[in-house]
């Protein structure tokens, strides 16, 4: 006999999602597309609370696809059907691979032509804080609203490369002088890259033990006050891979993830990511004990200095 989670991971092998357990209580649940290597949660799985049916849904292709305990699953998958629909996400993990090696070689080109940042540049002024081997250039964008593609380009750019385990650079995050009004942030990525497993660091000696903080102001702050070797994971749900890929080089480093204190966020995912991450790679915690992150607790430490 089929359990209702047996029909939920037939319904998700047809609509291309990864399966994951979740429970009954009729909300949707984020999911992994099948094709998705960076586990951007396009996908979405509900199960009814009284165990008798749900529905999954794949955002990036539109396909739903509802089922139920009592009946037969709603599309048999044949032999042929299942060739097919692997050798699509197979298509389409391909041209991911293609649109990245492209974004990759981009991100080199630009980074080889830039400069290196100056001091006083306004973003680090802001924070207090030294380059630490960014560079600068003029940043460009191309973005969509109601009327249309419109390309922006943002002079005085701050960039920071994202690099492999390998060490080869595969992205570029960008830090502009002020938030942009068009983009509606003051960061930004090469469109199309890799974020997932990739990383950067401040410190070029090696140190025990190392730190692991999500942005760049709160690594060159942690460097500058401790000395440390400190790994940008560039966001909280990045910081899991930079960990693991630290522990497998450097397998008796004492590894402590310097966390974002999210408090004034559902969940706090800063902290939680951190302690999740620490877990799996036998690694320790801190936090400031402010909402924020280490720049924002040094900076608030300063302003109190009569």
Same mark, same amino acid.
């Given at each position: 006999?089929?359990?209702?989670?047996?029909?939920?991971?037939?319904?998700?092998?047809?609509?291309?999602?990864?399966?994951?357990?979740?429970?009954?209580?009729? $909300?949707?649940?984020?999911?992994?597309?099948?094709? *998705?290597?960076? %586990? =951007?949660?396009?996908?979405?799985?509900?199960? &009814? /609370?009284?165990?008798?049916?749900?529905?999954?849904?794949?955002?990036?292709?539109?396909?739903?696809?509802?089922?139920?305990?009592?009946?037969?699953?709603?599309?048999?998958?044949?032999?042929?059907?299942?060739?097919?629909?692997?050798?699509?996400?197979?298509?389409?993990?391909?041209?991911?691979?293609?649109?990245?090696?492209?974004?990759?070689?981009?991100?080199?080109?630009?980074?080889?032509?830039?400069?290196?940042?100056?001091?006083?540049?306004?973003?680090?002024?802001?924070?207090?804080?030294?380059?630490?081997?960014?560079?600068?250039?003029?940043?460009?964008?191309?973005?969509?609203?109601?009327?249309?593609?419109?390309?922006?380009?943002? $002079?005085?750019?701050?960039?920071?490369?994202?690099? *492999?385990?390998? %060490? =080869?650079?595969?992205?570029?995050?960008?830090? &502009? /002088?002020?938030?942009?009004?068009?983009?509606?942030?003051?960061?930004?990525?090469?469109?199309?890259?890799?974020?997932?497993?990739?990383?950067?660091?401040?410190?070029?000696?090696?140190?025990?033990?190392?730190?692991?903080?999500?942005?760049?102001?709160?690594?060159?702050?942690?460097?500058?006050?401790?000395?440390?070797?400190?790994?940008?994971?560039?966001?909280?749900?990045?910081?899991?891979?930079?960990?693991?890929?630290?522990?497998?080089?450097?397998?008796?480093?004492?590894?402590?993830?310097?966390?974002?204190?999210?408090?004034?966020?559902?969940?706090?995912?800063?902290?939680?990511?951190?302690?999740?991450?620490?877990?799996?790679?036998?690694?320790?915690?801190?936090?400031?004990?402010?909402?924020?992150?280490?720049?924002?607790?040094?900076?608030?430490?300063?302003?109190?200095?009569?």
């Amino acid at each position: 006999m089929k359990t209702i989670f047996d029909r939920a991971r037939e319904a998700c092998e047809l609509a291309g999602i990864e399966y994951k357990a979740v429970p009954l209580d009729g $909300e949707w649940h984020a999911a992994n597309l099948a094709d *998705d290597p960076r %586990g =951007r949660g396009d996908g979405r799985i509900k199960l &009814f /609370p009284d165990g008798q049916g749900g529905f999954v849904w794949n955002h990036k292709t539109g396909e739903k696809q509802n089922f139920f305990l009592d009946r037969q699953s709603p599309k048999q998958i044949s032999p042929a059907e299942r060739a097919r629909i692997k050798a699509e996400q197979e298509r389409r993990q391909q041209e991911q691979r293609e649109r990245q090696n492209r974004t990759a070689r981009r991100a080199r080109a630009i980074w080889s032509a830039a400069t290196s940042a100056p001091s006083d540049h306004p973003y680090l002024s802001k924070k207090h804080i030294q380059p630490h081997g960014a560079r600068l250039t003029t940043w460009q964008r191309s973005y969509e609203d109601k009327s249309g593609r419109h390309k922006i380009t943002v $002079e005085n750019a701050l960039i920071l490369p994202l690099a *492999d385990a390998a %060490g =080869r650079i595969r992205n570029l995050q960008a830090i &502009f /002088p002020a938030e942009s009004l068009e983009l509606g942030r003051g960061k930004d990525f090469l469109p199309f890259g890799e974020t997932a497993g990739l990383f950067w660091w401040i410190g070029a000696e090696k140190t025990d033990p190392v730190l692991i903080a999500e942005g760049f102001a709160t690594a060159a702050t942690l460097h500058e006050e401790t000395g440390y070797r400190v790994y940008i994971a560039f966001s909280a749900g990045n910081l899991l891979a930079v960990g693991q890929i630290v522990r497998k080089h450097l397998p008796a480093v004492k590894i402590i993830f310097a966390a974002d204190n999210d408090k004034k966020t559902a969940g706090n995912p800063g902290l939680t990511k951190a302690n999740e991450a620490a877990l799996a790679v036998d690694g320790f915690v801190t936090c400031p004990p402010i909402a924020g992150d280490f720049n924002d607790y040094t900076l608030s430490l300063q302003e109190a200095k009569p």
